[in-house]
């Protein structure tokens, strides 16, 4: 069974810039969550859906910060403008069924951001 | 809110001690998971064990312990005789009801041969 995918692996910008990450997840997992992970700390979630709707954005930077999944199947992380304290990396991560019947999250490898 | 504290930050051993990582929770919900992910240098995060608030039961799998405590609100991760690839940052994390994946800061393990 093919993990979650995520791409770029890696990426340096400029501050004010923009970015965009992508996600595909497990087939047939509903739920997508996307985690930004700055160095030394623990994942911190940024956005849940369930299929295409969001569950939980409580902690994006809507300012920001845009996430899609339009198709209920892969999703895309967008920065605009970027700072220098986006610099992290953003994990993808799926599951099915939903978080609360407590199945654990597959994560993918990240993408990791240098905003300079 | 909930809460997960990981308090040691790194642990250096060297090979085929025994090692433990302390993990203490802290929710208002009666029913909620615990889980140990461990995160090797590739980045990728991989589950270890899922525990559910029901369920106190000590769990065993090869070199790999868990002791859950609810009075003490702990889920403490034991490595026995461990070894160089078990070096990795590893991360207890908590989900109650329908809420997402809360994490602690993580536990940087180094194992030297």
């Known amino acids: 069974e093919a993990g979650v995918a995520q791409s770029p692996r890696y990426k340096i910008i400029e501050k004010r810039q923009s970015v965009a990450f992508w996600c595909n997840p497990i087939s047939g997992h509903a739920t997508l969550y996307w985690y930004q992970q700055i160095l030394g700390q623990g994942p911190k979630l940024l956005i849940q859906f369930q299929n295409n709707g969001v569950v939980d954005d409580s902690q994006l930077p809507k300012d920001r910060f845009s996430a899609e999944r339009l198709k209920g199947v892969d999703s895309t992380l967008k920065i605009q403008p970027a700072k220098l304290e986006d610099s992290a990396v953003y994990l993808c991560a799926s599951s099915s069924p939903p978080r609360g019947m407590g199945t654990e999250a597959f994560f993918g490898q990240g993408t990791r951001l240098t905003v300079v | 809110a909930q809460k997960v504290t990981q308090a040691q930050t790194e642990i250096s051993v060297v090979e085929k001690e025994d090692v433990t990582l302390d993990c203490v929770y802290e929710t208002r919900d009666t029913t909620y998971y615990l889980f140990w992910y461990k995160q090797p240098p590739s980045g990728e995060l991989v589950f270890l064990i899922r525990?559910?608030?029901?369920?106190?039961q000590n769990e065993i799998s090869g070199r790999y312990s868990w002791n859950f405590q609810k009075s003490t609100s702990s889920f403490n991760f034991t490595i026995t005789a461990s070894q160089v690839v078990d070096s990795a940052v590893y991360f207890c994390?908590?989900?109650?009801?329908?809420?997402?994946?809360?994490f602690g800061k993580g536990t940087m393990l180094l194992v030297s041969p």
């Open positions: 994390a908590l989900s109650g009801g329908y809420s997402t994946l809360t």
């Open positions: 525990r559910n608030s029901f369920d106190e």
